[in-house]
Each structure stands twice: as structure tokens, then as C-alpha cells.
């Protein structure tokens, strides 16, 4: 019995033993690690920054009125043609409005032209050559609006001698050149000839506008009927009323009630008509020097303009 009962528990030894190494077995395999892949990054899109292509136009000004006119493709204007009282010279409404004639005037400016102050002296030497008073009932300048209106620059490219012939030719229409167009039964409308061709024909220039969408190159060439074909050019500015070029040097920072106000004071009058405006701008002239409202920046011409309106 005892040989039997060792012998039982002999036997079942090694099958506890087997048992144990089959754990062992288990636990002690080595599970093979699997290898991280980690996932791959798309690259980041190329975001490619507007170019504008610069022109190419053999001619000085030409090229670069062209190059400030595809330049303000850049801005972003909302069409906007609120009366907005403005600096003068050089003044502007706020860089995010505009409307047609602005892009022309902005364009000008980048070539250190200000058309304001042209357009101004031109007015005030000739008032009746321009359609103001028939078309708004105006009596006299106004420096906030007047260059600003397509009549009014149609009327002074012309007297300039900038006028040229109204053709269907594509290529009579160079870079640099305005060219206005009526596209309603009384709604004008200017734009610059820019030296990039039309895809329809390329002997066509593109135009840089602004009308009710901000400033586009489009090919609107033909588009509308065209009212006004100019080329104005530093040779068309000798006749300009006593400056060619405006300097930022003169620009006031008060406004146009202030300067006249300040101007009667220092003529100590009451404004007068233009027979007696000279002798009393002299006076103003000279009483300006040590005056308290220091109106430096206002020349004579200018003293000549507040008192005579």
C-alpha cells in the first residue's frame, strides 16, 4: 500500500512538474514587439503671395504709371462714393473707399502728382470751362470733391492739350494712357491702360478700374462707348497755374473752416472779392510770420484762394 501510494504520489510529481514548466514556458515567450509606424505629415500647401507683373512699355512715365496703376490692384477698396471732407493738398478719402477716379488719383500720387491741387488751380483760374455749375449747381471750387468726378477730369485733360482721337484701333490705346466710357445713360466712368494684353487679342491693353466690385484688371476696352481718350504727361503740366507738382511740404492740418477763419484774422478783413484780394493778402502774408496761429504752410497763392471765397 505504501509502495503504491509512493508510487501515486511519485506519478503525480512530474506531472506537476510539467505543468509548472508549461507555465514557465508561457510566461518566459517573448512576444515579439511590433515596430511604431508613425504617420506620415502631408506637407503644408504652398500659399503663393499675388504677383504683380510689372510692365515692360518703353516710356518712362508711361511705364510707370502703368506699374502704380497694376499696384493698386493690391488695395482693398470698397466702392464707395460718399461726400467726404479731405486734406489740401494731397488730401484723400480713407485708403479702404474709393471709386473710378480715385484709382486715377492714387496713381498719379505714386509718382508724386497730385491732381487735387491741379485740377484745383485749373478750376479756380477758369470756373466756367467746367460743368459744375450746369451739372450740381456749384459756384465755385470745392477741393473735397471736385477732382474726384470724371466730368471734371475729362474737362481738364482736355484743356491740358492731353485729348487724343477716339479710334477702335486696340493698338492707338498705349500703358499710361485714361480712357473714359459712359456706361449708363448719365453714369461716366475712367480707367488706366495697363501694359498687360487681353488674352481675347493680344494687340489690346487690359484696364485697371474700379466700378462697384474695388480695383480689377479687366478687358473692358470696348466694353462701354468710349467718351475720352488722354494721355497726360509731365509735357501737358507747363501750363499749369503756378505749379507743376504739389509738395507734401504744404499740407495743413486744419481744416478748410479753420484756414479761412484763420485767414480773416490775419488780414483782419472780412472776406472780399477778387479786385481788393491782393493788396489784403500781402498784408496777411506778412502778419503770418509772427502771427500765434503760425500758417506756415500757407504761400501766398494760397491766402489769395481763402480770401476770394
Known amino acids: ?13 512530474p ?15 517573448k512576444v515579439e514587439a511590433t515596430p511604431v509606424v508613425y504617420e506620415k505629415r502631408s506637407p503644408k500647401p504652398k500659399v503663393k503671395r499675388a504677383r504683380v507683373k510689372r510692365s515692360t512699355y518703353n516710356g518712362s512715365f508711361a511705364n510707370k504709371l502703368s506699374n502704380a496703376a497694376l499696384g493698386r490692384l493690391r488695395s482693398n477698396v470698397t466702392y464707395d462714393g460718399a461726400y467726404i471732407k479731405i486734406a489740401y493738398p494731397w488730401g484723400d478719402v480713407p485708403p479702404n473707399i474709393g471709386v473710378c477716379t480715385d484709382v486715377i488719383i492714387r496713381s498719379y500720387r505714386k509718382l508724386g502728382i497730385d491732381l487735387q491741387q491741379q485740377v484745383h488751380r485749373d478750376m479756380t483760374a477758369a470756373f466756367g470751362a467746367y460743368p459744375n455749375y450746369k451739372k450740381w449747381g456749384l459756384s465755385k471750387p470745392d477741393t473735397n470733391i471736385d477732382h474726384r468726378r470724371v466730368y471734371n477730369l475729362r474737362a481738364f485733360f482736355a484743356r491740358r492739350g492731353a485729348a487724343l482721337p477716339i479710334t477702335h484701333n486696340p493698338t492707338n490705346y498705349r500703358p499710361g494712357d485714361l480712357v473714359t466710357w459712359m456706361v449708363g445713360p448719365d453714369l461716366p466712368h475712367i480707367g488706366v491702360v495697363v501694359d498687360r494684353p487681353s488674352k481675347a487679342d493680344p494687340r489690346r491693353k487690359m484696364i485697371v478700374h474700379n466700378i462697384a466690385h474695388g480695383v480689377k484688371i ?3 476696352l470696348f466694353a462701354f462707348p468710349i467718351t475720352g481718350h488722354y494721355r497726360y504727361t509731365p509735357d501737358k503740366m507747363g501750363n499749369i497755374p503756378t505749379a507743376i507738382y504739389a509738395s507734401r511740404e504744404k499740407s495743413n492740418s486744419m481744416n478748410y473752416d479753420q484756414l479761412v477763419e484763420a485767414a480773416k484774422h490775419l488780414a483782419n478783413v472780412p472776406v472780399v ?18 502771427n500765434s496761429l503760425q500758417l506756415a504752410t500757407l504761400n501766398e497763392g494760397d491766402i489769395k484762394e481763402l480770401l476770394n471765397r
Open 1 to 13: 500500500m505504501i509502495s503504491i501510494g509512493v508510487t501515486a504520489c511519485s506519478g503525480t510529481k
Open 15 to 29: 506531472a506537476v512538474n510539467a505543468s509548472l514548466e508549461r507555465k514557465t514556458q508561457k510566461v518566459e515567450t
Open 218 to 220: 479687366e478687358d473692358i
Open 273 to 290: 472779392g477778387a479786385s481788393e484780394a491782393q493788396s489784403k493778402v500781402d498784408n496777411a502774408n506778412n502778419r503770418a510770420k509772427t
